[in-house]
């Protein structure tokens, strides 16, 4: 059984020498994850990086760093929901106080869960992935372990992620971010290693693996029986909480942004949105948007109620579940446990996602050519790291940042050095280099 006791832990992970659990500031070390997220470069770039639609376009829509801040909003309004009720129930304990801080560790989790993604959205994990199980990366097969091998061919942002957050790059220092225990932990959504991956989804590379154990080490969570040297844990409780708001933001705000793109009629989203209500609440909500004639506006107020019923829905559920939670047997999406009407909704939303926003051509598009200028960065980076005395790869590795390891001294190492250069680009900043490194886009003399 976990315990909120450990799970709520503010020691910094690869500062732990300074940790102090006696000292009183005024903003607690939660707090202070959220702002260094909010400052730091990798959080910035998310503003050029896609999340589904187009960027950039003359009508806004949303990229992933407005996503991030908007599913650190709905993250936290749970937590906080949550923290209210839990007070209550272990009123008492020693330990009690230190449910005030849910709130801001999964804000600081929301904010963080998208910093290992790369440019173009899902389709860029999924070029990183076949690049190397249906492509020129094929080759490397046979100079990496199995787990290795699993890394690179289920590339997965969260696992990038905690990189991100906690590998010591060149001249950096220990520690990455140097976040808390708890909040690395509530990033995590898939707390197991490659080689055991579901649909391609998993928590951690073979090169974070003991950063992994010593954050699960630390909080408590908990280890599930896997197969002879692999490793499984029990999530966090919280990653429930940053899973569900991820859900809600981008499933919902999807919709709201094909409506403005005109993929969807404003009757089509009303409907799809007035269908969480029951009649009565749905009668004065009508009346609600009969006073104003913009249908921007209707929606965006329609968004807003869809989003706050399924806080409070995903609230309730977590306060249910949380002895299974803590126990580590339940391990589905809060969403799943919402009432059945609600789900029943937001199901229909997900599949008029599905069959009419994820399909539609801008989105495609931006699907093509990611793939198609991920595929052709890889092949020329991973050419350069691993043949180094070429005279092409000693111009290209000059361009390198100097954080990448390009000189580690194993194949693994130097690969890793790529994905971590491609996975910080941006949109644009890919876009340049392929256009740079083809030869169709010249400095000007």
């Known amino acids: 059984m976990m315990q909120w006791d450990r799970l709520i832990c503010d020691k910094r992970f690869g500062l732990e020498h300074y940790h102090d659990p006696k000292k009183s500031a005024l903003r607690s070390d939660f707090r202070r994850d959220y702002d260094r997220l909010v400052f730091s470069s990798p959080f910035r770039r998310l503003q050029n990086k896609t999340q589904v639609f187009p960027l950039p376009g003359s009508i806004f829509v949303h990229n992933r760093l407005t996503h991030s801040m908007e599913v650190a909003c709905v993250g936290k309004s749970i937590a906080d929901r949550v923290a209210d009720t839990l007070r209550e129930r272990y009123a008492g304990r020693p330990w009690a106080h230190k449910l005030n801080s849910l709130g801001d560790i999964t804000a600081a989790a929301c904010l963080a869960h998208d910093l290992g993604n790369p440019p173009f959205g899902h389709s860029g994990e999924k070029a990183i992935s076949t690049f190397f199980s249906e492509g020129a990366g094929n080759s490397l097969r046979q100079s990496l372990s199995t787990e290795q091998w699993h890394d690179l061919t289920n590339f997965e942002g969260n696992a990038n992620t905690f990189r991100v957050l906690t590998h010591q790059f060149r001249g950096r220092r220990a520690g990455g971010f140097a976040m808390t225990y708890s909040t690395l932990a509530s990033i995590i959504k898939y707390p197991f290693q490659s080689t055991l991956a579901t649909r391609g989804k998993f928590g951690f590379f073979a090169s974070e693996r003991e950063s992994f154990i010593r954050v699960a080490t630390e909080t408590g969570m908990l280890r599930l029986p896997s197969p002879p040297g692999t490793l499984r844990y029990a999530r966090h409780p919280l990653v429930f909480i940053v899973e569900a708001a991820d859900d809600i933001c981008y499933e919902v705000m999807d919709i709201e942004d094909a409506h403005k793109l005109k993929i969807l009629s404003a009757a089509e989203v009303i409907d799809a949105f007035l269908a ?79 069959k009419r926003i994820y399909t539609a051509g801008s989105v495609v598009d931006v699907e093509l050519a990611g793939n198609r200028i991920i595929t052709y960065l890889m092949d020329k980076l991973i050419g ?28 693994y190492g130097k690969v890793q050095s790529v994905l971590d250069h491609i996975s910080a680009m941006t949109d644009v900043y890919a876009l340049n280099l392929y256009r740079t490194l083809e030869g169709s886009s010249l400095p000007a003399v």
């Open 384 to 411: 350069a790291v691993t043949r180094p005395t070429l005279n092409y790869s000693r111009l290209l590795l000059s361009k390198f940042p100097e954080q990448y390891d390009v000189e580690a001294p194993t194949p």
């Open 276 to 354: 969480f209500f029951d009649d009565t609440r749905r009668l004065h909500m009508q009346q609600i948007m009969d006073t104003v004639d913009d249908p921007n506006e209707k929606i965006a107020y329609l968004r807003s109620c869809v989003i706050g019923t399924l806080v409070e829905q995903c609230a309730e559920a977590f306060l249910r579940l949380e002895p299974d939670i803590l126990a580590g047997t339940f391990q589905a999406p809060l969403l799943s446990a919402v009432s059945p009407d609600q789900q029943q909704c937001y199901r229909h939303c997900t599949q008029l996602s599905a």
